[in-house]
Nanobody, 123 residues
Framework: QVQLVESGGGLVQAGGSLRLSCLIP????????MGWFRQTPGTGREFVAG????????YYGDSVKGRFAASRDKAKSTVYLQMNSLKPEDTAVYYC????????????????WGKGTLVTVSS
């Protein structure tokens, strides 16, 4: 079992920035993929960003390209989501996610979820 712990959500004005963190304690396989999804009330979870824990490039959802940046610190077992130029439509609960099968870009491919952290962007 992988337990993910997100932090860093909050209220920010449009145009501002926030950084989310996700601690992934315990042993992490080099074959895992980590990333972020988000969800607003009444909608499904939307892929935001992701990467292989030990290799490969980072990929992003179309709505956040050029504004968000995902990264990892293996020594701290932590992944980050730097969110810049935030817009009111970025308001959502953001979830950290781990896939053991490489299919991170769809919710069905995720094996472990964090509990989520709320990001609210005011206009």
């Amino acid at each position: 079992q992988v337990q993910l712990v997100e932090s860093g959500g909050g209220l920010v004005q449009a145009g501002g920035s926030l950084r989310l963190s996700c601690l992934i304690p315990g042993r992490t396989s080099n074959s895992y993929y980590m990333g972020w999804f988000r969800q607003t009330p009444g909608t499904g979870r939307e892929f935001v960003a992701g990467f292989g824990w030990n290799f490969g490039s980072t990929y992003y959802g179309d709505s956040v390209k050029g504004r968000f940046a995902a990264s990892r610190d293996k020594a701290k077992s932590t992944v980050y989501l730097q969110m810049n130029s935030l817009k009111p439509e970025d308001t959502a609960v953001y979830y950290c996610a781990v896939s053991t099968n490489g299919r991170l870009q769809a919710p069905s491919g995720v094996d472990y979820w964090g509990k989520g952290t709320l990001v609210t962007v005011s206009s």
